[in-house]
């Protein structure tokens, strides 16, 4: 948990194109990892990255998961995979991050109020945000999908109806709306669009189940609804 891996990286997308993009993040990067390889490989770009599961690319430090136990291994993790981001000096960097991630600040609204704490948490995830821009490097930023309150294949299963399944978010606030918002030289990826009308989202779109569990895209899912958007971006950096 503490350890990081001292490995070379390595390549996917067009390992041979003139640009290079880097992804970031948490489990949610993993998840659209196949639709921005495609779309990467598609457009001639080279693509690389570093993942680890419920550690944010805010600049704070947050607690274990479901825990409020100090987690410094988070901090090291990314601080060591943005320096290694930087001295690559790609063309784009792609963040996605659980909004989930972001809540784990290892400050409590008790003590701070939910207003005050969710002020630090984007002035963080824009202190990280910065180190990339301030080094020329184009930012594009993955929308936090919106958690079912169940895993969507098992209701499926158990429901044998997609309209059953469909569920209504619950509005809180994912901070990524707020970054890109605050930060017009984000690209923002709104990956919520393809599965949610308004507050509805939708198990299954066009024949493809959405998530693979509460909160990540399933592979079909992403290729089809998430590559386009990646596309668009990608073109947007260029």
Same mark, same amino acid.
């Given at each position: 948990?503490?350890?990081?891996?001292?490995?070379? #990286?390595?390549?996917?997308? #067009?390992?041979?194109?003139?640009?290079?993009?880097?992804?970031?993040?948490?489990?949610?990067?993993?998840?659209?990892?196949? @639709?921005?390889?495609?779309?990467?490989?598609?457009?001639?770009?080279?693509?690389?990255?570093?993942?680890?599961?419920?550690?944010?690319?805010?600049?704070?430090?947050?607690?274990?998961?479901?825990?409020?136990?100090?987690?410094?291994?988070?901090?090291?993790?990314? $601080?060591?995979?943005?320096?290694?981001?930087?001295?690559?000096?790609? !063309?784009?960097?792609?963040?996605?991050?659980?909004?989930?991630?972001?809540?784990?600040?290892?400050?409590?609204? !008790?003590?701070?109020?939910?207003?005050?704490? #969710?002020?630090?948490?984007? $002035?963080?995830?824009?202190?990280?945000? +910065?180190?990339?821009?301030?080094?020329?490097?184009?930012?594009?930023?993955?929308?936090? @999908?919106?958690?079912?309150?169940?895993?969507? @294949?098992?209701?499926?299963?158990?429901?044998?109806?997609?309209?059953?399944?469909?569920?209504?978010?619950?509005?809180?606030?994912?901070?990524?709306?707020?970054?890109?918002?605050?930060?017009?030289?984000?690209?923002?990826?709104?990956?919520?669009?393809?599965?949610?009308?308004?507050? +509805?989202?939708?198990?299954?779109?066009?024949?493809?189940?959405?998530?693979? !569990?509460?909160?990540?895209?399933?592979?079909?899912?992403?290729?089809?609804?998430?590559?386009?958007?990646? !596309? $668009?971006?990608?073109?947007?950096?260029?």
């Amino acid at each position: 948990d503490e350890t990081i891996l001292d490995r070379e #990286d390595c390549l996917f997308g #067009d390992v041979s194109g003139d640009r290079s993009v880097v992804l970031l993040g948490d489990s949610i990067a993993s998840a659209v990892f196949p @639709p921005l390889e495609k779309a990467a490989r598609d457009r001639g770009w080279q693509l690389t990255g570093w993942a680890k599961a419920a550690c944010t690319l805010g600049d704070f430090d947050v607690f274990k998961q479901n825990t409020t136990t100090p987690w410094p291994g988070c901090a090291a993790w990314r $601080e060591d995979v943005l320096e290694r981001t930087l001295a690559l000096k790609p !063309d784009a960097v792609v963040i996605a991050n659980s909004g989930n991630s972001h809540n784990r600040i290892s400050v409590l609204v !008790d003590d701070v109020g939910k207003d005050q704490r #969710d002020e630090l948490i984007q $002035e963080g995830l824009a202190r990280t945000v +910065e180190r990339f821009t301030d080094a020329g490097i184009r930012v594009i930023l993955v929308e936090s @999908p919106h958690r079912a309150p169940y895993a969507i @294949p098992e209701c499926l299963l158990d429901e044998l109806s997609i309209s059953a399944c469909t569920y209504k978010h619950r509005g809180e606030s994912n901070h990524t709306d707020e970054l890109a918002a605050r930060h017009d030289d984000i690209i923002y990826v709104e990956s919520n669009d393809v599965m949610c009308k308004g507050e +509805e989202c939708f198990a299954a779109v066009d024949g493809m189940i959405t998530f693979r !569990d509460f909160l990540h895209f399933t592979k079909t899912f992403g290729l089809a609804k998430l590559t386009p958007m990646f !596309d $668009e971006a990608l073109a947007q950096a260029e």
